[in-house]
T-cell receptor
Framework: DAKTTQPPSMDCAEGRAANLPCNHSTISGNEYVYWYRQIHSQGPQYIIHGLKNNETNEMASLIITEDRKSSTLILPHATLRDTAVYYCIVRQHPNTGNQFYFGTGTSLTVIP | DVKVTQSSRYLVKRTGEKVFLECVQDMDHENMFWYRQDPGLGLRLIYFSYDVKMKEKGDIPEGYSVSREKKERFSLILESASTNQTSMYLC??????????????FGPGTRLLVL
């Protein structure tokens, strides 16, 4: 399984960009990088996913390095409501099951 | 928008009781999943289902069973609740199977306390 490594916690000033890093050095060629977040006492919320190109949607941008060994989730203008635990997940090959392996994530605190 | 709902947000049960947790999704997804989440352990898959009446064990199926009689509904059953089953239970659903682009959508969770 490709594993991910994230810092346990980060702070970000409100209105600034939040850049959340993730290392996935053992990722294989057909594995996607997914980002979810979980606000306290709620279910995880899908944010974005990508394979090798940078991706952007209404919530965030995902930058994946050329060697695919790391990625960064960018929240362009963080708000207090973005305070949550952010999970970087590498999607297992489907033949081994359809589950997502959530690690312990990064606890992002947006500071007023 | 995909909507996944769970029957209860909070539940308190006694040891030995049979507990039913219900999950409903409204997007005609084939796949449905039950996870539990515990501090320091992340999310762990209990069971999943890729079709009506089909089920597969996840990483920690012991002490649990599931039922999928209709496509939109996936039930988790604790046959005889124990205190070590106190946890947050999360249901998820997804549309595409056997594809690395599968995206799972989660319900709000049920926090179960077994006394």
């Amino acid at each position: 399984d490709a594993k991910t490594t994230q810092p346990p916690s980060m702070d970000c000033a409100e209105g600034r960009a939040a850049n959340l890093p993730c290392n996935h050095s053992t990722i294989s060629g057909n594995e996607y990088v997914y980002w979810y977040r979980q606000i306290h006492s709620q279910g995880p919320q899908y944010i974005i996913h990508g394979l090798k190109n940078n991706e952007t949607n209404e919530m965030a941008s995902l930058i994946i390095t050329e060697d695919r060994k790391s990625s960064t989730l960018i929240l362009p203008h963080a708000t207090l409501r973005d305070t949550a635990v952010y999970y970087c997940i590498v999607r297992q090959h489907p033949n081994t099951g359809n589950q997502f392996y959530f690690g312990t994530g990064t606890s992002l605190t947006v500071i007023p | 928008d995909v909507k996944v709902t769970q029957s209860s947000r909070y539940l308190v049960k006694r040891t030995g009781e049979k507990v039913f947790l219900e999950c409903v999704q409204d997007m005609d997804h084939e796949n449905m999943f039950w996870y539990r989440q515990d501090p320091g352990l992340g999310l762990r898959l209990i069971y999943f289902s890729y079709d009506v009446k089909m089920k597969e064990k996840g990483d920690i199926p012991e002490g649990y069973s599931v039922s999928r009689e209709k496509k939109e509904r996936f039930s988790l059953i604790l046959e005889s609740a124990s205190t070590n089953q106190t946890s947050m239970y999360l249901c998820a659903s997804s549309l595409i199977s056997a594809s690395p682009q599968e995206t799972q959508y989660f319900g709000p969770g049920t926090r179960l306390l077994v006394l």
